[in-house]
């Protein structure tokens, strides 16, 4: 373990300006809004602001305000934050997130988790945090080998996590993070003392799974049944192609990134209806300078099995279940969790989990929270609701301890 500061070179800040100015934008089109991708009007004016306003080493300072750490756990560096709670009876956490977020997503929660005294909350609902970038995402590079699944990823946390210090912690995941938490739970329960995810993925496995859904429960199943996205069909088949243009075109690797931003959240006209403009930037600026942004595509490739890549439609199961056929979308067996764990909906994101098909495969969910807004980036979109979320996640889990 050694100390580590973001120290980006002034060089590379110039360049990125310099690329910036230098844009080869396509021809316009007939406003179709965001049918079609990013529209230009919106990412012309946003890329005006990345170059001339936006200020990287705002970013870097706050980053920079907490405990940073690199480490090499099998083969991997390692690049994460740890703060420790002022409060001496706080619980490990290890918040684990995917593509396309990165630590960014959770600067603003860092301050109420850890010391909630100061920030309005009850001192009893402390955390440690340890807030790791995965293999190839960020600052957590280079990568020397392929291979980086979410179970290999599951066991090198169980090796971090007690190289870190943490005898016992909380498993806390969003996107490829939940995977990986869950996972981690599985695995290493004498160490994992529960899971908690914002992102859970419920397909059915057979058409008599769909006998007694309600309506409301038949049409959470509609994101399953849909072909697979096309960022993740060329993330997960050929990410060495992509990779050339996200790493040389900054204004490429930004609509790839937005996109997503604007579709995985509750916005509207455009993501900044729910995030702040400069933490859109941040997040983007982070794997631009870090080069990162090809080689967190290939997350997805190595990961295959977890992906909707084989998906098949079926867009008559809600009405027709003789007609329904198993397919592979999000079906990679999980281990046995025998660790209580705790479920956050947001409404806003990608799809949502069915409880009865989570309690076959989670024997002790302890929470299971419904929240009001917020999408797949609820620590940047929705801060105050993802920080009582796991203080409510905290207290159920205490409950359970002192009953």
């Known amino acids: 373990m050694r100390p580590y500061r973001v120290e980006i070179p002034a060089e590379a800040i110039d360049d990125l300006r310099a690329r910036l100015g230098q844009t080869r934008w396509p021809a316009e089109t007939p406003d179709v809004g965001w049918s079609r991708g990013v529209p230009q009007t919106y990412l012309r004016d946003l890329v005006e602001y990345w170059r001339t306003e936006y200020d990287w080493r705002a970013t870097e300072a706050r980053i920079n305000q907490y405990p940073q750490f690199m480490t090499n756990v099998d083969g991997a560096n390692i690049h994460f934050l740890h703060v420790r709670s002022p409060e001496p009876d706080a619980v490990p956490m290890v918040i684990t997130t995917g593509w396309p977020s990165s630590i960014i997503e959770y600067l603003d929660v860092i301050g109420p988790l850890t010391d909630p005294r100061a920030h309005g909350g009850d001192p009893k609902d402390a955390f440690h945090l340890v807030i790791p970038s995965l293999p190839g995402f960020g600052f957590s590079t280079p990568l020397t080998e392929h291979g980086w699944t979410v179970p290999r990823m599951s066991a090198v946390w169980a090796k971090f996590m007690a190289a870190v210090g943490y005898d016992r912690y909380i498993a806390q995941g969003a996107d490829w993070g939940s995977f990986i938490s869950l996972i981690l739970a599985g695995v290493d329960p004498d160490h994992v003392l529960a899971a908690h995810v914002n992102f859970l993925v419920t397909p059915p496995t057979d058409a008599s799974d769909l006998a007694g859904l309600s309506s409301e429960e038949l049409a959470l199943l509609d994101p399953y049944m849909l072909p697979a996205p096309g960022y993740m069909v060329e993330h997960a088949t050929k990410p060495q192609t992509l990779s050339y243009s996200l790493t040389d075109s900054p204004v490429g690797q930004l609509a790839w990134y937005i996109e ?80 209580p764990v705790g479920v956050a909906l947001y409404p806003d994101d990608i799809m949502m989990p069915i409880r009865s098909y989570a309690e076959r495969a989670f024997t002790d969910i302890v929470h299971w929270n419904k929240l009001e807004r917020g999408g797949h980036f609820p620590a940047l979109e929705a801060p105050d609701l993802f920080v009582e979320d796991l203080r409510a996640f905290r207290r159920a889990l205490r409950t359970r301890q002192e009953s």
């Open 260 to 339: 997503k931003f604007h579709q995985w959240s509750g916005a509207d006209k455009s993501p900044e209806d729910v995030f702040d403009r400069d933490a859109l930037l941040a997040n983007v600026t982070l794997y631009w300078l870090t080069g990162t942004a090809g080689s967190a595509a290939h997350f997805y490739c190595d990961n295959a099995p977890f992906t909707r890549t084989s998906a098949t439609p079926h867009p008559e199961l809600a009405v027709a279940h003789e007609k329904f056929e198993a397919h592979r979308t999000f079906v990679a067996p999980l281990p046995p969790v025998t660790r």
